[in-house]
C-alpha cells in the first residue's frame, strides 16, 4: 500500500471530527453551543427557581413577547422548548420559535438553527440547510460558526474538501480565542497548513484532530511503555469518544494495570479498530511484554479490515523490517493459527511485492488455504475471514449459505464480530420476525457501545432503510458520522449517498471528484 493510499484514509478521519466533537458536547445540555447564549431571567427572591408554576407563567409572558414579534423572545422560547423549562420538552416548537428569531437575522438563532438542522432536532435532517446558518454566522465573525465552517470544508460532503479555505477559517476563529479552534489550529499549523502555498503538500497532512488513540507521536522513543500509552489513550479522548470506542469503562486512574489492558482487549474482540491498532502496536514495540510480530501483524490486519486508518502505515512499516515476514513463514509452516491468518490477510490486503521479495507470495486459492488451516484451529478471525471470501466470492465461489455456515460457527466459538455479521445478515433477510428483529437490533447497539464499528454502521443502515427500526435519517447520519470519523469507508460512502439524495442543485453544492 503506498503512502499515499495511507494519506487518504488519513484524510477520511480528518475530514469529519470538528463536528463529531461537536455533536459529543451538544448531547450535554449545560454546555452545549445551542445553550452558549441562554441565560434565564433572573429570578426574584421570593420565588425559588424550582417553583414549576413560576416557569409556567415565566414562559407565558416570553410566549407573548414571542407571538409579538420579539427575536430575543423567540428565541428563549425556543429554548425552552428545548430544554423543557415551563413547558413540556417540544423539539418541533422550540425548532420552530428559534428559526422565527434566526428568520430574522439574529445571530444566536442562526447558530442553534445550524445544529438544530444538522442533528435533525425536530425538523428533517438537513446539513445544507446547516451549512447556510453556519455561514451566515461565520459572517458575522461570529467564532463558533467560523470553526463549523473549517468542519464543512474539510469534509468533502456538503461542499467540496478545501483544506486552504478550511484553515483560513480556522486561523479566524482561534485568533479569536476559540479555545476548540485554538486546539485544531495547532494541530493544522504542525502538520504544515499556513506554513507553505503548497497546498498538494499540505492536503497530504491533513491532522487528525480528535482521536489521540491514532496518534503515536512518540514512536521514536524507546522508552515508551504501554502504560504510558494507555495513560495518554484515555486522557486524551472526551467521555462520549470513550464510548464510541467501547473504552467508556477506562478511567485514568487505571490506566496501565491489568483491568486496563483486558477493557482494551474486549473492544478489540467486540470490533474496535483503535483497540486492535492500539493492541498491535505494543506487540509490534514489545512495550510492556515480549515482542511478538505474528501477533502485531494478526492484530494490524484485522484493524485494516476495519478501515482503521492508523494500520495501514504501521503494518506497512513492520513489513519492511527483513526479519517480520520470515518469522511469519516459519510460523505458519508450524501450524501457527495467527502466523497463517495474518499471511493470508497481507495477501489480501494487496501487499504482495513485500511477499514476492521475502520469496513468500501466494495465488488466492494458496492464501484461501492458509485462512482455512487456520480456522480448521477454531482461530475466530479466520473463520470470520473465512466467511467474508464466501459473501464477496473472493478466492472462492460466492455463497451467502457457506459465509453464514462459518460465522455460525465463529458464534458458537463466542465471536462478537461474527454474531454481528449473522445479526446483520438476518436484518437484512425479508422475514417478518419482529422478536428476532428487536433482538438483533439490541444487540447491535450493545455491540456499538463495547466499541464495534461493524455495528455503527450497521445501525446506521438500519436507520437510514427502516430495517427494525422507524426511518430515522438524523440517527442514520449520527451513526455513519461516529463510523467515519474512526475510518469508516463504509460509513462515509453512505453518508455520500445521504447527501446526495437531498443534495440542492446549486452549484456550490457540487461535489469535485
Request: neutral net charge; proline residues 4%; glycine residues 8%.
Amino acid at each position: 500500500m503506498t503512502s499515499h493510499a495511507a494519506a487518504r484514509r488519513l484524510l477520511l478521519v480528518a475530514g469529519l471530527t470538528i463536528l463529531f466533537l461537536l455533536e459529543a458536547v451538544a448531547q450535554s445540555k449545560q454546555d452545549s453551543p445551542v445553550f452558549k447564549t441562554y441565560r434565564p431571567p433572573a429570578t426574584p427572591p421570593l420565588v425559588q427557581g424550582s417553583d414549576i408554576l413560576y416557569e409556567i407563567w415565566e414562559t407565558f409572558l416570553v410566549t407573548r413577547k414571542a407571538n409579538a414579534g420579539d427575536v430575543l423572545a423567540q428565541h428563549e422560547l425556543g429554548i425552552r422548548y428545548l430544554i423543557g423549562r415551563g413547558a413540556a420538552p417540544d423539539t418541533a416548537k422550540a425548532a420552530y420559535w428559534i428559526k422565527k428569531a434566526a428568520d430574522q437575522n439574529y445571530g444566536p438563532a442562526l447558530f442553534d438553527m445550524g445544529i438544530i438542522y444538522y442533528y435533525g432536532w425536530g425538523v428533517p435532517w438537513n446539513p445544507f440547510e446547516a451549512y447556510k446558518a453556519f455561514l451566515s454566522c461565520a459572517e458575522k465573525h461570529m467564532a463558533e460558526g467560523e470553526y463549523a465552517m473549517a468542519q464543512f470544508l474539510t469534509e468533502d460532503l456538503v461542499v467540496s474538501r478545501d483544506y486552504e479555505a478550511a484553515y483560513r477559517w480556522l486561523k479566524m476563529a482561534a485568533d479569536s480565542g476559540y479555545a476548540p479552534a485554538r486546539e485544531a489550529i495547532d494541530r493544522f499549523e504542525k502538520q504544515g497548513y499556513g506554513k507553505s502555498k503548497d497546498s498538494t503538500r499540505t492536503s497530504l497532512k491533513a491532522p487528525n484532530t480528535g482521536l489521540v488513540f491514532l496518534e503515536f507521536a512518540g514512536d521514536s522513543s524507546s522508552a515508551r511503555n504501554d502504560t504510558l500509552l494507555l495513560q495518554e489513550a484515555v486522557r486524551g479522548a472526551s467521555p462520549a469518544i470513550r464510548k464510541a470506542l467501547g473504552m467508556s469503562r477506562m478511567l485514568e486512574a487505571e490506566s496501565g494495570t491489568d483491568s486496563t489492558l483486558a477493557t482494551v482487549s474486549e473492544a478489540a474482540e467486540a470490533g474496535s479498530p483503535e483497540a486492535l491498532t492500539l493492541l498491535g502496536r505494543s506487540f509490534d514495540k514489545g512495550t510492556g511484554k515480549n515482542r511478538d510480530v505474528v501477533k502485531a501483524v494478526a492484530l494490524y490486519v484485522r484493524a485494516l479490515r476495519l478501515d482503521s486508518p492508523r494500520a495501514p502505515e504501521l503494518l506497512w512499516n513492520l513489513l519492511q523490517e527483513k526479519e517480520t515476514l520470515p518469522r511469519i513463514k516459519a510460523a505458519a509452516g508450524k501450524g501457527d493459527a495467527e502466523a497463517q491468518f495474518g499471511w493470508a490477510g497481507v495477501s489480501a490486503l494487496g501487499f504482495d511485492g513485500v511477499l514476492a521479495q521475502a520469496q513468500m507470495y501466494v495465488t488466492g486459492e494458496e492464501a484461501f488455504q492458509l485462512l482455512r488451516k487456520a480456522a480448521e484451529q477454531e482461530y475466530l478471525p479466520a473463520l470470520v475471514e473465512e466467511g467474508l471470501c464466501y459473501y464477496a466470492g473472493r478466492w472462492v465461489p460466492q455463497s451467502a449459505e457457506k459465509a453464514l455456515g462459518e460465522w455460525e460457527k465463529g458464534a458458537a466459538l463466542g465471536s462478537t464480530d461474527a454474531k454481528i455479521r449473522i445479526a446483520l445478515t438476518a436484518l437484512r433477510s425479508t422475514t417478518e420476525d419482529t422478536v428476532r428483529r428487536a433482538q438483533d437490533i439490541a444487540f447491535l447497539v450493545e455491540s456499538a457501545e463495547r466499541g464495534s464499528v461493524l455495528a455503527e454502521v450497521g445501525l446506521g443502515y438500519c436507520y437510514e432503510t427502516g430495517l427494525g427500526v422507524p426511518t430515522d435519517k438524523a440517527k442514520a447520519a449520527h451513526y455513519y458520522r461516529i463510523s467515519s470519523v474512526r475510518g469508516s469507508q463504509d460509513a462515509f460512502r453512505a453518508l455520500r449517498r445521504m447527501h446526495d439524495a437531498i443534495r440542492p442543485g446549486d452549484a456550490a453544492y457540487i461535489i469535485r471528484e
